[in-house]
């Protein structure tokens, strides 16, 4: 798996304190994407998914954070590290957000069935009485970035063409109250990176009037 960086506490990509993750790799390459150095994967950032999930859950463990995103690059473009991972890990979070440039109409055809199923279930919200295995994503943000319609206000989306997909009911009321919460940025250091962490505007002098 292709994995640039994991980080906590995030607090400014999805509700409460949270565990993020970065991969690697994306061949979409928005015009304007806050991560363009994430759209090349690295020989050096290979790592087998059973590590990172181990990584994952000893850092849930010791903080008692119980909140992932999975972000990049484009999660989804490593199909089958992506559900070893989220496998692994599924029982050590009560909320995992995965964040695509794909549009989730595309994705029964570019996956396969059953990663399709196992990452979304039957793709639409799940009650708690459902017989079938719950999906490992809790909920979606699809669509690529878009800096036309960045219009700075989305607390979850980068741009308005973006949607927010909540597969799992009992994170409907969390996750549409925190879209509609301000934006806000998380500045922090990392492998002596400076990272800006959270949903960004468009550079300045371009905003709408």
Known sequence: MNVDRLYHPVTTLGPGERIALWTRGCTKRCPGCANPELWEPAPRAAVAPEQVAALLRSTA????????????????????????????????????????????????????????????????????????????????????????????????????????????????KLYHEEERKPRSVQNAVFDGRALSIGIHGRPRGEETP
């Not at 010791?62 to 999975?70: A, D, F, Q, Y």
């Not at 070893?84 to 440039?101: E, K, M, N």
């Not at 999906?135 to 949607?163: F, K």
């Open 61 to 172: 463990e010791r903080t008692g954070c119980h909140r992932l995103t999975v972000t990049g690059g484009d999660p989804l473009e490593q199909p089958c590290d992506l559900i070893a991972l989220l496998t692994a890990v599924r029982d050590a979070f009560d909320d995992i957000l995965v964040y695509t440039g794909y549009e989730f109409d595309e994705l029964p055809d570019m996956l396969e069935e059953d990663q399709f199923r196992a990452l979304f279930g039957s793709g639409t919200p799940c009650p708690a009485s459902c017989p079938t295995a719950a999906p490992l994503v809790d909920v979606l943000i699809d669509e690529p970035y878009m800096e036309a319609l960045n219009d700075g206000v989305c607390g979850l989306r980068g741009s308005t063409n973006q949607r927010l997909i909540v597969l799992n009911p009992a994170l409907e």
